[in-house]
Structure formats: structure tokens, C-alpha cells
């Protein structure tokens, strides 16, 4: 899914997930009743974004989205 087929879904969209990988890449996962979707680019590839911000900055103007930032690491700090 593009960025525009989730404008144009966006009224199944319940919320976003922002995937982040170390604090240097950031993949968006959008989160519908039926499933997820990773957001792609022009060649299918899944989407890289270098910032929280430029997230929020190519997914504004969706309707209220819940945006929320998921950090997946493979160590636990203590």
C-alpha cells in the first residue's frame, strides 16, 4: 500500500504504527479491522522514512489518525 491508496482508505484506518529500527530508519505499518499494511514505495519496496517527523509530515491530512511509535530491539535495558 502507498501513501495514496491509505488517503484513499483512510476511513478504515483505525491506527499507524511507526517502526523503528535503532533510531535510524523508520518503516510505517497501517492498521485496519481486516489487517495490516506495510506502507511501500513506487517499487513495492516497504517505505524508509530517516525521522518521526517526516512521517507525520507525508501522512498529514488523514483524518485523526493514532500514531503510535513501536521500538523493537533485540536487548532489554534495565
Not at 491506527?15 to 492498521?31: F, R
Not at 517526516?54 to 498529514?60: A, G, H
Request: glycine share 6%; aromatic share 8%; hydrophobic share 35%.
Amino acid at each position: 500500500m502507498n501513501i495514496d491508496e491509505l488517503k484513499q482508505s483512510q476511513e478504515q484506518l483505525k491506527s499507524v504504527n511507526i517502526l523503528s529500527n535503532e533510531g535510524d530508519i523508520y518503516l510505517v505499518e497501517a492498521l485496519f479491522d481486516s489487517g495490516k499494511q506495510l506502507l511501500t514505495d513506487g517499487s513495492g519496496k516497504p517505505k524508509r522514512f530517516h525521522s518521526v517527523f517526516e512521517v507525520k509530515e507525508s501522512l498529514q491530512g488523514l483524518s485523526n489518525p493514532q500514531f503510535r511509535l513501536v521500538f523493537d530491539s533485540p536487548y532489554e535495558e534495565i
